[in-house]
């Protein structure tokens, strides 16, 4: 936003000046949206520094690159990672050699309290594998960005407070601190294969957001909630199959109270039916040297 800068005293800083002019009613809620946006980007190390007057978070969705600030030297981006600027910081970014990029820029009272609070720790500028939430509040804020009413208003607010909240988690749950949190999960699900599992009621247990949590799991079992789940699943029908338990009690001790529902997972998580299973004595159609695979 060259069109929007102007420059400082000190020749290696640029102060933007151009913000979004907040409504009454978004001065009275103490927080609000200025903009947000998403693009791609191949530049080079800028020569100064900004200071952009403004609470912004920046998402690394693809690429890499490097941070630059006044407090923290350069750091090094990769894709998932997010920036957390702050209005009075002095700050550039750019691509190594090019990334796609997404942004939300937010100010008010209230953003000031937070940051004064240590809603996010300011000594890391850089929160690690959080993309996901700014992505998500891209995607929310969206719908709502042209709102004129006090409903639109504050859910603008809200989405940033989650958004916030949910960066805030992601320095909490740090490797190796967020491993056994998600290794509890991942023991409550063994242990409890009939129940109905709901994203909500996993990422509560891991004390994270769902898309938060969702990232995690995915990047902790190499499989997202559900392809873990079904996979668990077949993996103990299997065992009371060979066991000689019929479909239908099996279906319903491993969370699939509709027989044929569980009959389509287990065909496409194993590869063949749970009849054809069955019959083979728990033995795989697939696992002899000479056998065929079954057809689809």
């Excluded at 992505?135 to 958004?163: F, P, T, W, Y």
């Excluded at 509709?258 to 728990?282: H, K, N, S």
């Amino acid at each position: 936003m060259d069109d929007s800068i102007i420059k400082t005293n000190r020749p290696e800083i640029w102060r933007e000046t151009q913000f979004r002019q907040p409504s009454p009613m978004e001065r009275r809620l103490g927080l609000w949206v200025d903009r947000i946006g998403a693009g791609a980007g191949n530049s080079a190390n800028p020569e100064r520094l900004r200071i952009l007057g403004q609470y912004a978070a920046v998402a690394i969705e693809s690429g890499r690159g490097k941070l630059r600030t006044m407090s923290h030297g350069t750091r090094n981006l990769r894709q998932g990672d997010v920036i957390f600027l702050t209005p009075a910081e002095p700050a550039c970014y750019y691509s190594e050699p090019a990334w796609f990029t997404r942004w939300v820029v937010w100010n008010g009272p209230e953003a000031d309290a937070l940051f004064k609070m240590h809603c996010l720790e300011t000594r890391d500028p850089v929160v690690r594998d959080a993309a996901g939430a700014v992505q998500h509040a891209c995607g929310e804020l969206k719908r709502c960005m042209n709102g004129e009413d006090l409903s639109a208003a504050i859910e603008r607010k809200v989405i940033i407070l989650q958004m916030l909240l949910e960066l805030r988690r992601g320095l909490q749950f740090r490797e190796p601190a967020r491993k056994p949190a998600l290794a509890a999960v991942v023991e409550q699900i063994e242990r409890n294969l009939d129940r109905p599992w709901t994203m909500t009621e996993l990422a509560r247990l891991a004390r994270l957001s769902v898309p938060h949590f969702r990232r995690l799991f995915v990047a902790f079992t190499g499989r997202p909630p559900s392809v873990f789940i079904a996979a668990k699943r077949v993996g103990r029908a299997k065992t009371l199959l060979a066991q000689g338990v019929s479909i239908k009690e099996t279906a319903a001790l491993v969370g699939y109270p509709d027989p044929a529902y569980f009959m389509r997972v287990f065909r496409r998580v194993a590869g063949e039916t749970a009849g054809r299973f069955a019959a083979g004595g728990g033995r795989q159609s697939g696992g002899g040297t000479n056998a065929k695979r079954p057809r689809s």
